[in-house]
């Protein structure tokens, strides 16, 4: 069988809250990292701006923008101009009262290859989403590229099992989450610790029990809260990609901007599946209870 290999470029930046000084930044990276043979690159949740979440505030729906619309004109001219495959995380308008947090994969020619728009929306403290954006109604579908099938999910999804199986059930090669998640820096060093630990060991645990990879790009940086209620968020960075066993192909660290540019191996999920096969293992008949609330 003949080896299928992918080089991919991760983008791990600070944001600020002027639109343009985020995208000429990721473009520049995007640049960066195609001339390291990058082939498809991956930005981070939301990258044209601040993480406007943080608190309520109805005149942040005015950072929406129709999908079509300039950002996958600007990303695409570029998508284009590079010959890449550009998987970009922006603010979706879709109708007055309607937005979406959405996935937009652009191919080499520009065009766009498909959406995903997020599933599952927190609600936490610092991390208002379920105010600004309408869950997804597109399910769990991947998406065609000349690179291969992306299996795209943003950020909170990564916590969820379900939504990494049923990606790689629809024929998906990698999962992509871009990503925008941090402390809060009054919590411990011990609670921060254990929160960036839970998170990486899901992700891996996503590609062991599919056997995929995973590809993980997170923000990175302090950004303060605009309402000046809390002390803001530290987004912790450690974007990664991993091997179909859960293991480190690339990571980045939690404190700087940085590119991540590594080769995944897409034939190794073949190999590893034929050893662990944990699809063939699978009762699908006795998951019913998978499609209730809690079984009381």
């Known amino acids: 069988m003949g080896e299928k290999t992918i080089k991919v470029g991760l983008v791990q930046q600070t944001c600020n809250n002027v639109r343009m000084d985020n995208v000429k930044k990721s473009i520049q990276k995007i640049r960066e990292v195609a001339k390291e043979g990058a082939q498809l690159v991956i930005l981070q949740e939301l990258h044209t701006n601040i993480y406007f979440c943080q608190a309520e505030d109805v005149n942040k729906f005015d950072l929406a923008e129709t999908i079509p619309g300039p ?11 590079l010959g890449i495959v550009l998987v970009l995380s922006l ?7 309607i937005y979406h947090n959405t996935a937009v994969v652009l191919e080499k020619d520009g065009s766009m ?9 927190p609600d936490d403290p610092a991390f208002y989403e379920k105010f600004y954006f309408t869950p997804g109604d597109m399910g769990f579908e ?21 939504a990494a199986r049923l990606m790689a059930l629809a024929g998906a090669e990698v999962l992509i989450y871009p990503t925008a998640i941090g402390w809060d820096i009054n919590d411990t060093p011990d609670e921060q610790e254990r929160q960036l630990n839970a998170w990486i060991i899901s992700q891996r645990g996503h590609a062991v029990a599919n056997g995929l990879p995973v590809i993980s790009v997170n923000r990175i940086g302090h950004e303060a809260d605009f309402s000046g209620i809390t002390s803001g968020i530290k987004f912790w960075g450690n974007s990664f990609v991993c091997g179909p066993q859960g293991e480190f192909l690339a990571q980045a660290g939690n404190e700087n901007e940085e590119n991540l ?10 190999d590893v599946r034929r050893i662990w096969p944990f ?11 998978l499609l209730k609330r809690y079984l009381d």
């Open 91 to 97: 603010f979706e308008k879709r109708a007055p009262g």
């Open 71 to 81: 950002s996958t004109e600007e990303f695409g001219q570029i998508a284009k101009e």
């Open 142 to 162: 991947p998406i065609q590229t000349s690179v291969g099938k992306l299996g795209i999910l943003v950020c909170w999804d990564q916590w969820y099992p379900e």
């Open 279 to 289: 699809f063939r293992d699978r009762r699908i008949e006795n998951y019913n209870g």
């Open 261 to 270: 540019v590594t080769e995944i191996n897409i034939s190794r999920s073949e």
């Open 113 to 121: 290859a498909g959406k995903y728009r997020k599933m599952h929306i």
